[in-house]
């Protein structure tokens, strides 16, 4: 998602968000299966039966998201954990989710895109001595008439503006819970590997998706996941992310 855009929804960005993962997860097994298949061993053949089958699954699922948005937050999870196990490039995903968050933490920057259009006010200068004092007065009355439906206008339209703004930044911190929820699930299963339905033999830990997993958790912003979290109320969560920080 582009930085600043004001029209975000959960429902449209969970949409983007979850096939982006599922491209980048494609575009990775395309680039990589060729290297593996000149291996030559059944466990590299393996590797690239099971990607291939996981690929197509998530491909029946970027479908569906178009008609079932809960869906692809229920798969954002294993969409991540898809990138560790097939040590993707996840810089987009950093990109995307710091601009969620610079978004949720910094709602200010998301006002110019509400109230650019708002004209200011100004007085109209007329000093003209010519006039006798009946048409004095009857200009003051005049402009002050024209002030006030001014102000009362400017006063619903700064309400309207200010309801959108409102949105925006709701839609907003709703995408960023999102990611704190898939990121809760991505630490517990850091933490508990041998437990994760994820890994078939829960005897031997796969190393290299271990330290994948461990590279993108710990290299996140957690200053500004923390920021983002206490934006969204949930403050014991920001505590959490500070102390990581």
Not at 93 to 118: A, C, G, V
Not at 169 to 178: E, K, V
Request: aromatic share 12%.
């Amino acid at each position: 998602m582009k930085k600043g855009r004001g029209n975000v929804t959960l429902g449209t960005w969970l949409i983007y968000f979850s096939k982006k993962l599922i491209q980048i997860i494609k575009t990775n097994y395309e680039q990589n299966n060729l290297n593996k298949i000149k291996k030559n061993n059944i466990s590299s053949s393996i590797d690239i039966i099971n990607q291939q089958k996981n690929i197509q699954l998530f491909e029946i699922c970027s479908v569906v998201f178009d008609h079932k948005i809960a869906f692809a937050g229920y798969m954002l999870p294993y969409l991540m954990d898809e990138l560790f196990k097939n040590q993707c490039n996840y810089q987009d995903i950093y990109k995307e989710i710091s601009d969620i968050m610079e978004m949720t933490s910094n709602p200010q920057m998301l006002i110019h895109l509400t109230f650019e259009n708002i004209n200011n006010i100004d007085d109209d200068d007329d000093d003209d001595e010519d006039d006798n004092e009946d048409d004095k007065e009857i200009i003051e009355e005049k402009e002050k008439d024209i002030i006030i439906n001014n102000n009362n206008n400017n006063n619903i339209l700064f309400q309207k503006k200010n309801a959108k703004l409102d949105k925006i930044i709701h839609q907003t911190q709703l995408c960023a819970r999102r990611i704190f929820h898939c990121l809760d699930v991505l630490f517990t299963w850091h933490a508990n590997p041998e437990r994760s339905n994820l890994i078939k033999d829960k005897l031997v830990i796969n190393k290299k998706y271990f330290r994948q997993q461990y590279e993108f958790l710990y290299h996140l912003d957690f200053l500004q996941l923390s920021k983002a979290a206490y934006s969204c109320k949930s403050y014991s969560r920001a505590l959490k992310y500070f102390e990581h920080y």
